[in-house]
């Protein structure tokens, strides 16, 4: 079999749910023929600067905005109504990938960004082209109406709550599965805490706060250092820079009252939640997804209107988060946290929600999927 798995470079978290889907994949089945592509890599540098970049430029700089774009588009009846544009727009702009989808000719494409999902909805019909089996893979607790596209064969989707209000809106209730949000297998089963703490020299001690700034290095993290040194408590903090290497240097060159380590880009994210108490961080949907699956609440800081506070209302509502709106509220709210037997409801809450398999399961539904289309075909 031949898979395809396309994805779009909007924020880390679409690249490492395809990333994860592609090692599931072939840890279950290592003889298929695997492909994991960035449509970006098939436009126009200047396309791909507007796209990538100017979403991260958005959402940092002018998050309501964001969230107005989000909400209004939020349509499927307007969505819908923009169908042929977007099918046409979308076939026009990309037609490296689709020719390069017609040449791979796949079994079925596994599609983390739903920008794959407007050009799999151009060319299904389309004399000469075999359809393959196309899934939607929602990488947030709260669907998009652009995820919602008739060529949809199957929607994998983060929890029942999600696929109930994808059906509300439209979406054959068959067709959805409640599998999770796909995440590596290394945060299926965590390293042992003390081993790593050993490791990176933090002290048995003392709790450990993750203060992550996403994979672009975007949030206020410099305020919310400046904040935690004014805890009256003390607890060890380490901070996740990610690519932003200027936001790294900056936090490193401060002296500060806690003692706290400044990392850039790292590859061992199920290491650092596997030490940490209490991980400070944006709700995306696969940073929650890899917290609540090692079973680590989320402290939540003003999340970006759109996905995120969608995300955020989600753990909020299930217990598994704490959220504050002001980055002045940071120090009593973390202190509630840790001097009460708050935080280990927290983290009960967040292991219930935990989907450590979903990547394995998203797999196992594609392949039955496949299976039930193929049958009712050639009934």
Request: with cysteine; glycine share 8%.
């Amino acid at each position: 079999m031949r898979i395809m798995i396309a994805t779009v470079t909007a924020g880390a978290g679409h690249l490492q749910a395809a990333a994860a889907l592609e090692e599931a994949w072939k840890s279950g089945r290592p003889h298929d023929v695997i492909e994991r592509i960035d449509l970006l890599a098939y436009v126009p540098k200047i396309q791909k600067q507007l796209y990538a970049d100017g979403y991260l430029r958005l959402v940092e700089h002018a998050p309501e905005l964001w969230g107005m774009v989000f909400k209004k588009t939020d349509d499927p009846a307007l969505v819908r109504k923009l169908t042929a544009f977007r099918r046409k727009f979308a076939r026009a702009t990309n037609r490296k990938f689709v020719a390069h989808l017609k040449e791979f000719q796949p079994d079925v494409v596994l599609c983390t960004h739903y920008l794959p999902l407007e050009i799999m909805g151009s060319l299904k019909g389309k004399r000469g082209w075999n359809h393959p089996y196309t899934v939607s893979i929602v990488t947030d607790y709260e669907a998009h109406a652009l995820w919602m596209e008739e060529s949809v064969d199957l929607y994998c989707v983060a929890f029942e709550e999600t696929g109930a209000s994808l059906a509300a809106r439209g979406a054959p209730a068959n067709q959805i599965a409640a599998t999770g949000i796909p995440i590596a297998a290394k945060f299926r089963s965590g390293p042992d805490p003390r081993a790593v703490r050993k490791q990176m020299g933090l002290r048995d001690d003392l709790p450990v706060l993750l203060v992550l700034s996403g994979g672009f290095g975007m949030g206020p993290v410099g305020e919310i250092l400046e904040e935690l040194d004014k805890l009256s408590l003390t607890l060890q903090v380490v901070v996740v820079a990610g690519k932003n290497e200027e936001l790294r240097r900056e936090l490193a060159a401060r002296n500060y009252r806690l003692p706290t380590r400044i990392l850039g880009f790292v590859t061992n994210m199920h290491e650092l939640m596997a030490v940490a108490d209490l991980i400070v961080s944006k709700p995306g949907g696969l940073t929650t997804s890899e917290a609540m699956a090692m079973g680590k609440p989320l402290f939540i800081l003003n999340p970006i209107p759109g996905q995120e506070a969608a995300n955020s209302d989600f753990l909020l509502e299930h217990g598994a988060a704490a959220k504050v709106n002001r980055v002045q509220d940071v120090p009593h709210r973390i202190e509630q946290l840790f001097e009460t037997k708050k935080l280990a409801q927290l983290a009960r809450a967040a292991k219930s929600l935990g989907r450590p398999n979903a990547a394995q399961d998203v797999c196992r539904a594609v392949l039955a999927g496949m299976a039930n289309h193929k049958a009712e075909k050639n009934n």
